[in-house]
C-alpha cells in the first residue's frame, strides 16, 4: 500500500497519435495505482467532447476519471447537460474550476465564480459528484491581494468542495504557509500539492509566466545554463523536483498531484525515486 495517494492530470489528446501516446503513458502509470486520474478541459469548454472521450477512456481502463469543469463562459443549462452525461457515464469525481474567457468572447455566463460553481453542482447533483478546487500557493496571478486569494479559496471549500489540488510551485514554504492560512479561515479539506516535473526549461517558463508559478531564480539559471542539453536538463529537474517532494512527503502531504503532459517518463522516475 502506498504510503501516499498519488493522482495524475492528463490532457485530451488531438489526434489519434495522441490517443496511443496517452494510452501508453497510463499503462505505464497505473502500476503506482494513482487514487485517481484528472482531464482538462479547454478555455471556454473548448474541448468538452476531448475532455469526456478521453475520461471513459481512462474510465474504462479501470482509472478513476476526474473532468475538469469551467463555469465561465458557460450557461447553468449547458453545465446541467455536461455535468448530466457525466453521470449517465458513471462518472462522480469532478475538478470545478473558473476557467479562462477563450480569446474573443466577452461573455463570462451566468456563474462568474469557482465557488458559484460548486454551489450550483451541490444544490443540482447532491452528493453525487466528489468535488476538487484549485488553491494557489503562490496566490492567483488575478487576485486583488493574497489575502483576498485566500477568502476565495475558503468560499470554494464552504461551497461543498471535498478536497483541493494546488497550482504547482518549487518552494515548499509557500505550500507549508498556504495551508496553515487555509486552516485559520476554517479550511478543513485535504489539500493536495500540484507538482509539475521539468523537463523543457522553455515550456516551464512559458506555463509559469501563464499561471502566475514562481520558479525561482537558482532553478531557471542553473536549467538556462544547460542550452539545448535535454538529458542535463532532466537529470537536474529530477533531482529538484524529487527532493521537493521528499520535503512534502516527510511534512506528511494528503497526496502528490502530478501535472504529466501526457507522458510518463519524469512522473515515474520521480515515484521511484521516491519509494511510491
Known sequence: MNPIELSFEFFPPKTQEGVEKLRATRAQLL??????????????????????????????????????????????????????????????????LR???????????????????????????????CIEVAAYPEYHPQ??????????????????????????????????????????????????PGIMPITNFSQLMRFSEMCGAEVPRWIARRLESFGDDREAIRAFGLDVVTRLCQRLVDAGVPGLHFYTLNGAAATKAICERLGL
Open 31 to 96: 502500476p503506482l495505482k494513482p487514487k485517481f486520474v484528472s482531464v482538462t478541459f479547454g478555455a471556454g469548454g473548448s474541448t468538452q467532447q476531448g475532455t469526456l472521450d478521453t475520461v471513459i477512456d481512462m474510465a474504462q481502463g479501470g482509472l478513476e476519471a476526474a473532468p475538469h469543469l469551467s463555469c465561465i463562459g458557460s450557461s447553468k443549462e449547458s453545465l446541467r447537460a455536461i455535468l448530466n452525461q457525466y453521470r449517465s457515464h458513471g462518472i462522480r469525481h469532478i475538478v470545478a
Open 143 to 192: 487576485s486583488r491581494s493574497p489575502r483576498h486569494d485566500l477568502e476565495n479559496f475558503a468560499r470554494k471549500v464552504k461551497a461543498g468542495a471535498d478536497s483541493a489540488i494546488t497550482q504547482y510551485f518549487f518552494n515548499a514554504d509557500a505550500y507549508f504557509h498556504f495551508v496553515d492560512d487555509a486552516r485559520k479561515l476554517g479550511v478543513d479539506v485535504p489539500i493536495v
Open 99 to 129: 476557467g479562462d474567457l477563450p480569446s474573443g468572447m466577452g461573455e463570462v455566463g451566468e456563474l462568474r465564480y469557482a465557488s458559484e460553481l460548486v454551489s450550483f453542482i451541490r444544490a443540482e447533483f447532491g452528493d453525487w459528484f
